[in-house]
């Protein structure tokens, strides 16, 4: 039965992409979102609308995507065993995230959000191509 489990987490690495993008001095390792963080995505966004609606979705998703900064990784709460400190932790790295995404200039966070477009189109377009998804 473990081998069972085993096998169907491994299928969480399929579309899974990230990309780095170098802005300054910086560079930013961006990510694809994982179904649970784009359900929270359009959840914030679900009662927003026009140009508000469009900057919150960026927000939220440059939020999930942030993986690192100059190789240090924003996920280490995936290293944690217990649950509680790693919800905890998690929480804590999305909320200072979405904090210090908020300051940034408009167009910052546009340019970011189109950098993890292409990401995810290019995810898009490997998957299309092992038949997981069609045309």
Not at 31 to 37: E, I, N, R, W
Not at 85 to 111: A, C, G, M, P, Q
Request: aromatic share 8%; glycine share 4%; hydrophobic share 35%.
């Amino acid at each position: 039965m473990k081998d069972a489990f085993a096998a169907l987490e491994s299928l969480s690495k399929l579309g899974k992409k990230e990309g780095d993008v170098k802005l300054g001095d910086l560079t930013l390792t961006l990510g694809t979102l994982d179904t649970d963080q784009e359900s929270n995505v359009f959840i914030s966004c679900a009662e927003l609308t026009g140009n508000v609606y469009f900057y919150r979705l960026k927000i939220e998703t440059l939020k999930y995507s942030l993986k690192a900064v100059n190789e240090v990784r924003l996920d280490d709460y995936l290293r944690l065993e217990k649950v509680e400190d790693r919800e905890k932790l998690k929480k804590e790295t999305f909320d200072k995230i979405e904090t210090i995404v908020k300051t940034w200039d408009e167009n910052v966070v546009s340019y970011l959000y189109s950098e993890w477009a292409k990401l995810s189109k290019a995810s898009e377009e490997e998957l299309k191509l092992k038949g997981i998804i069609q045309e």
